[in-house]
């Protein structure tokens, strides 16, 4: 059966939703970034493939998908500053022990 | 079946088995090098769509640069060889659950829907193409998000230099 437009989404389909699994089941905070990163790029899958199959005579899916690559990186560096900050004041990285705010 | 079908399949099979590995391995140095082959198939899918500069940006950015950021991470907050703490199995099964029922809610909806394509002629996405709209300042241009964009940027690298900061001048 030739790929098309329904086996990318079935794939980004199947990549979003493990990745909501992890972000589900895990506890560690690095591991949920995982999951979020998966999401993410199921996203960028979905709207390359809506770009490439239904309007290939424009280019806004493609420029979304950059943005989005853009905004995860800088949303990565700021949780992994924030992520390393409460290691070093909780010496965990684990949810449950991350319940108090500063005050 | 012609060869790239196969290619295509190969790929969204390596994609799907290294993301289920990389949220169900109990450990963290793992599921960072599973994420990266997750990462690296997906850049596979966008060559095999032809958006060559979005697989580019895709090795660069996160293959290049997430990863390498979250494997320096897990080496600043884990002890090394130890082994994520077990879920609770109700938890893990209330939550398998409630993503296959969203997965199968999703695929009925999307097979249900008929998808409409345009007839008018195609855009080859070449680095010219995409430069000319993203730098373009007329209706349909990008030069605005773009500046927005590079802000955001600004904005994150001078947060996570007060977010390092902040502990070393207040810590008691």
Redesign the interface.
Same mark, same amino acid.
């Given at each position: 059966?030739?790929?098309g437009?329904?086996?990318?989404?079935?794939?980004s389909?199947?990549?979003f939703?493990?990745?909501?699994?992890?972000f589900?089941?895990?506890?560690?905070l690095?591991?949920m970034?995982?999951?979020i990163?998966?999401i993410l790029?199921s996203v960028?899958?979905n709207f390359?493939?809506f770009n490439?199959?239904?309007?290939?005579?424009?280019?806004d899916g493609?420029?979304f998908?950059?943005?989005i690559?853009?905004?995860?990186?800088?949303?990565?560096?700021?949780a /992994?500053? /924030? /992520?390393?900050?409460l290691?070093?004041?909780h010496n965990s990285?684990d949810v449950e022990n991350a319940e108090d705010l500063k005050y | 079946?012609?060869g790239s079908?196969i290619i295509?399949?190969l790929l969204?099979t390596l994609? %799907?088995v290294f993301? @289920?590995l990389? %949220?169900t391995t109990r450990q963290?140095f793992r599921?960072?090098i599973y994420?990266l082959f997750? @990462?690296i198939g997906?850049a596979g899918?966008?060559f095999w769509?032809?958006?060559e500069?979005?697989a580019a %940006?895709?090795i660069v950015? +996160?293959v290049g =640069?997430?990863v390498v950021?979250?494997i320096f991470?897990?080496f600043?907050?884990?002890q090394t060889g130890e082994q994520?703490?077990k879920?609770k199995l109700d938890?893990?099964i209330f939550?398998?659950l409630? %993503?296959?029922a =969203?997965?199968a809610l999703?695929?009925v909806q999307?097979?249900q829907h008929t998808?409409?394509?345009?007839d008018?002629?195609?855009?080859t996405?070449t680095v010219e193409?995409?430069g000319k709209?993203?730098l373009a300042v007329d209706s349909g241009g +990008?030069a605005l998000?773009f500046e927005v964009?590079s802000i @955001? @940027?600004l904005a994150?690298?001078i =947060?996570?230099i007060v977010?390092?900061l902040?502990?070393k001048t207040e810590s008691k």
């Open positions: 059966m030739q790929p437009l329904y086996h990318i989404l079935f794939l389909t199947a990549l939703f493990i990745g909501v699994y992890g589900l089941t895990r506890r560690n690095i591991t970034l995982m999951s990163e998966l790029n960028n899958l390359i493939a490439k199959y239904l309007w290939p005579n424009q280019m493609l420029f998908t950059l943005f690559i853009a905004i995860a990186a800088a949303e990565a560096a700021v /992994i500053a /924030i /992520i390393i900050n290691y070093r004041s990285i | 079946m012609k079908d295509f399949y969204a994609c %799907v993301a @289920l990389s %949220v963290i599921a960072a994420l997750t @990462l997906i899918i966008y769509l032809q958006y500069f979005i %940006v895709q950015v +996160y =640069g997430i950021l979250i991470s897990i600043l907050t884990q994520l703490p879920q938890r893990k939550a398998a409630a %993503v296959f =969203g997965f999703t695929m999307i097979y998808f409409f394509e345009t008018e002629m195609a855009i996405p193409n995409i709209k993203m +990008y998000p964009i @955001l @940027l994150a690298l =947060g996570c977010i390092a902040r502990t």
